[in-house]
Nanobody, 117 residues
Framework: VQLQASGGGLVQAGGSLRLSCVVS????????TAWFRQGPGKEREFVGG????????YYTDSVKGRFTISRDNAKNTVALQMNSLKPEDTAVYLC???????????WGKGTQVTVSS
């Protein structure tokens, strides 16, 4: 399983960015894709995720109401729409896939998001 994240960049506070994660390889619908982030000097933290079957989404409290995760099963793509960005959202954003049948986690390379004040 391979993941490729894209869409990062520099944006002013209050702005928006849309990240995409393309998942390829041997995957099934019995899986979930999640976004994590790691800010400078901080530990990696969970941002939000979506189950491929059913489309249930879940978010960490700090992004609820601002970030939205969606999926396009036909394109094996998961998007993270980020609105009302804050400087504290600055981080490298990474996408993760978890296959429930094996318990395996897969990570892609991150994409940098920088929010200026």
């Amino acid at each position: 399983v391979q993941l490729q994240a894209s869409g990062g960049g520099l944006v002013q506070a209050g702005g928006s960015l849309r990240l995409s994660c393309v998942v390829s390889g041997r995957t099934t619908n019995d899986a979930a894709t999640a976004w994590f982030r790691q800010g400078p000097g901080k530990e990696r933290e969970f941002v939000g995720g979506i189950r491929w079957s059913g489309g249930n989404t879940y978010y960490t409290d700090s992004v609820k109401g601002r970030f939205t995760i969606s999926r396009d099963n036909a394109k094996n793509t998961v998007a993270l729409q980020m609105n009302s960005l804050k400087p504290e959202d600055t981080a490298v954003y990474l996408c993760n896939a978890r296959l429930f049948s094996t318990g395996m986690h897969y990570w892609g390379k991150g994409t940098q998001v920088t929010v200026s004040s």
